[in-house]
């Protein structure tokens, strides 16, 4: 019964938020397609426009699948089910997670096949790319973070501010890293010790933001 | 309690029906019926009698054995009012079943109840089946002549007189009360 209970809970928020999911799918195929207009402006402004796409939707979708449902009580409809608090935590927390990866998911590997089909595209640019993906990943799973844990409005705006202001200054610090930078035009991706550092410190803030959110999901024991 | 606005009543319906494996489908669809409600109608659509009748519909169509319910016809029409406790009155058929529900509409509570507790300030203060209530509570209307004094009786909790008439509230009606104002001189005009 627990299993298919959170089975149904996650059903239930992928069917309610299909449209936001599928439009910034659109969204990413149309900066994809901007990108393939092979000159060096359309490139940085598909670019800019892929990863605007992964950052609005970053921030959206703990909002409206977790605060949303708090603030308009719907949650108090599934208060009258079988649920138990823990369920609806791990639902909530499995659904939004996943509604963000899938799409993040079809970017990276578009994104990763573009720079290997353009010839006129380095194949140094593969480790840039995987670096800068890295980033909206850690941003939203801030933001849903502190929508799960405080089920607070407050707390998850000052989560997508901290987040989103900071895209900036570590993208001018990643471009600037010479292990990063002085490889861009080489013919394959070079993977240097700081670029597996930085690699491995995103995984890193990944696993202890998602493993502080399941810990602390896993003891909730009240709806409210 | 709120139903996802950007839903149809009928995904609504298959979500409550994939979590409890006896939803009663006939039911539902006779519920739908009764209520003039239709599945493909999305939430944001009905009317606030409207909503209220579809989350009862999600509600009976589990065939629930206790049903607990928090002021069911606050804010609806007459007409609305009326399906809702029809339909409620229908459930207190089935003796296996049972309805808790917090009302301040002393007519419904009247016209559904067994039993009724009063609670004020998240303390009871009164419970007991209907029909003692109904027994015990008695609006007296009185004609007091001039110069004639009200008593003040045991099972009275208020009395209000404007000029030569007053009416006394009794929450322990016992028939003697009559008799003990008309010894003072009062006329009751009825009970």
Redesign the interface.
Known sequence: MSGSVIRTLILKDWQLHRTQISFSMVAGVVALGVVQLRSETAFMVGTVWLFVALIVLGSMLPVSNVINERKKQSAVFLMSLPISAVQYGMAKMVSTIGMFLIPWGAMVIAGWTLVLSRHDIPNGFITLMFVLFGLPLIGFCLIAAAALVSESEGWTIAATIVSNSSYGLIWYFIIREPAINGTLKSSAPVWSAPVLAILGGEAAAIALILGLTFYLQSRKREFI | ???????TLG?HMN??R??YPNWDAPYSQLLLKRFGLRAEQKVKGLSHGQRVKA?LLL?LARRPRLLVLDEPTTGLDPVARHEILRELTAVMTDERRSILFSSHNTQDVEQISDRITFIDRGRIIDSMDKETYLDRWRRLRLEVPAGIRLPTLPGIIDVRQDGRLAVATANAFAPDMASAYEGTGARVQSI
Do not use: A
């Open positions: 309690m709120r139903l996802y606005e950007g839903m995904w979500f409550i994939s979590i989350t509600v």
